[in-house]
């Protein structure tokens, strides 16, 4: 029997190596605690696809803005900047124009690079396909206008297709 009070040891720890273990418990605890605060590690979480399509359509505004007409193109399907081109083809070859950049820098460089997406609505993915809905704001312009772009995902990059309305 024990006597009152009395608690007998627990395994042949001694105090001070309960204490190391406590500690290291811990450190390990605030160390998994950082890795899912900064979102790394195996608490790291990939963009979606939506995500994904939607940073495309962002991308391409940014180089506008940026006067970098050659990135913006770079976001568009070869399909998209051929009809581009086509679009212009009279004019631009009068001009000298070769290529998406230069046409988009000449005929809407101004008016593309100061055009912003308001809010984006909805993205949706199925496949290889995608579409968001935004309202931009464009130069000059009061309000908003409801756009779609549609992209495909080529080579694991999303490209925009098409800017319906």
Known sequence: MHAAGYVPPVGNLSEAARR??????????????VLAITDVGPFSNPPTEAERAQSAVE??????????????C???TAEEQHTI?????SVATQEGLKGCDQILKVFLGD??????IAKVI????????AAMDANIRTPGSKGTKPVTF????????WKINDFGE
């Open 20 to 33: 190391r273990i406590a500690a290291v418990i811990l450190i390990a605890g605030i160390a998994v605690a």
């Open 59 to 72: 991308q391409f505004f940014a180089a506008a803005q940026d006067h970098d007409f050659k990135a913006a």
């Open 74 to 76: 770079a976001q568009l």
């Open 85 to 89: 081109e086509q679009r212009a083809a």
């Open 111 to 116: 008016q593309l690079a100061g055009t912003r």
């Open 122 to 129: 909805d993205v949706r993915v199925s496949g290889n396909q």
């Open 150 to 157: 549609h992209m495909f995902l080529i080579r694991d990059q």
